[in-house]
């Protein structure tokens, strides 16, 4: 490996350890329906999106929260000295990707079977401060 590509690449680690972020994967709700909820929390602050997910009436939202909480843990434990209201924590990105389908079928009139598509999704979720460098 050539000296400039050496550099960038640990610069991109030591970039990756300085962020929290958490992934969620194999959940079993399909991407459009998960990104309706992620939409309304990317870019809100920590506190107003754990509100909006515990009161949403979506199913991907449980989800979601039990992901913005393990983001905060994260958080917490690679930032010991401050707090995270000082810091001023806000979801930086939230990423909604396929993942993979079970095909299934079901029975349909006169002998023939149609395909059922059960989706899953990989979530991805980025935490920013706005008061830190991070």
Avoid: Y
């Avoid at 459009?32 to 939409?39: I, Q, S, T």
């Avoid at 909480?69 to 690679?78: F, G, Y």
């Avoid at 079970?102 to 023939?112: E, I, N, S, T, Y």
């Amino acid at each position: 490996m050539g000296v400039r590509k050496k550099n960038m690449a640990d610069q991109i680690k030591a970039d990756k350890k300085q962020r929290a972020f958490a992934k969620l994967t194999n959940c079993p709700t399909s991407p459009r329906k998960m990104r309706l909820v992620a939409d309304q929390v990317r870019g809100v602050e920590v506190e107003k999106a754990l509100a909006i997910l515990k009161f949403s009436p979506k199913d991907a939202s449980k989800n979601l929260e039990k992901l913005l909480l393990s983001a905060i843990a994260n958080w917490q434990a690679k930032n010991e000295s401050s707090s995270i209201e000082d810091a001023g924590l806000f979801v930086k990105s939230i990423c909604v990707d396929s993942a993979g389908m079970l095909k299934r079928l079901r029975p349909a009139p006169q002998g023939r079977a149609h395909r059922i598509r059960k989706r899953s999704n990989h979530v991805t979720l980025e935490l920013g401060s706005k008061n830190l460098s991070n």
